[in-house]
């Protein structure tokens, strides 16, 4: 094994752990990180797999492949974070919208002009 | 128009328009319709611009945008017992004549809502060339995010009755709840017709108004409209 195998595999291990502990899911997102992190730690402990596998999808090389895949998972990530901003600045915007009209004020023709 | 003016509550979404608001106020409160300001968080003095004017005026305490200013107004129209509801905006653009005829075509129609339109036979507007090729290019794309084809799809001058407006719920904060209005009254089935209304484009409105390169920004809201509604 080489030094960069080592240092991906530490970093996927701590990252699979921290999100889990992090996010405190529930079982079947767990078994989804733990799945995930061990495709990962194959695929860094044999390359040419990538690459194979690349090749039976009409793809030349293995990086290739997973630069495709992270591709259309950060889209998919990019998405789905924006949805979830349009659902916080709804709630936001509601909450400001029922502040103002609880506070609503009927101006008073006394009232002087500065 | 057989409505009461006092029944007619027009809504005067503002952002920093302190300049102009009381003008534009003034001459609404002439024709004896109830004003709400809506106030969305300006930075200057457009609470002590107000003062002594018999409105309405709610502030929102954070900058959300014009659409989220509008539903706020009708929700507190609503809660009043507004009969009719009118956006209108405070940069003095719009002309408040125009708001009796409208009503007057919405209960001669027996329509729900009415829109401005500066492109119909007997309005007038000093629009400028590129400003007017814009718009006309905009009702089209607001065709396909809303469902329905309209003249002057940008206007922001419309009314309707207490029933339409109940059933504008506008989450489109920004510049697309136009398109998301138009949307709603498509969905809703409601009756809809176009008025011919006055534009007048002063420097000021100009300035404070929505630039043309706002276009980009307008259609870029328009796609995450249609594709998170």
Known sequence: ?114 | MNAEPASIFVIVPCYNEAAVIRHTIEKLLQKRYSVVVVDDASADHTRDALAGLPVYYLRHESNLGQGAAIRTGIELALEKGAAYVVSFDADGQHHEDDIEKMIGSLESNDADIVFGSRFLTGAETNAPFLRRMILKTARFINYLASGILLSDANNGLRAMTRNAASKMKITENRSSHNAQIQNLVHRHGLKYIEYPVNISYSEYSRGKGVRNISSIRILYDLILFKIFR
Do not use: H, W
Request: one cysteine or more; glycine letters at 4%.
């Open chain 1, 1 to 114: 094994m080489v030094p960069i195998q080592i240092v991906l595999i530490s970093a996927v291990v701590f990252l699979a752990f921290y999100m889990y502990l992090r996010l405190r899911s529930g079982l079947v997102d767990a078994i989804l990180i733990f799945l995930a992190c061990g495709v990962a730690v194959f695929f860094i402990i044999s390359p040419d797999t990538t690459t194979s596998l690349a090749q039976k999808l009409g793809v030349k090389r293995g990086i290739n492949l997973v630069f495709y895949f992270i591709t259309l998972f950060f889209f998919f990530l990019i998405l789905k974070l924006y949805s979830r901003l349009r659902r916080l600045e709804n709630k936001f915007t509601e909450m400001v919208r029922q502040n103002s009209l609880e506070k609503a004020e009927k101006l008073d023709k006394a009232e002087k002009s500065e």
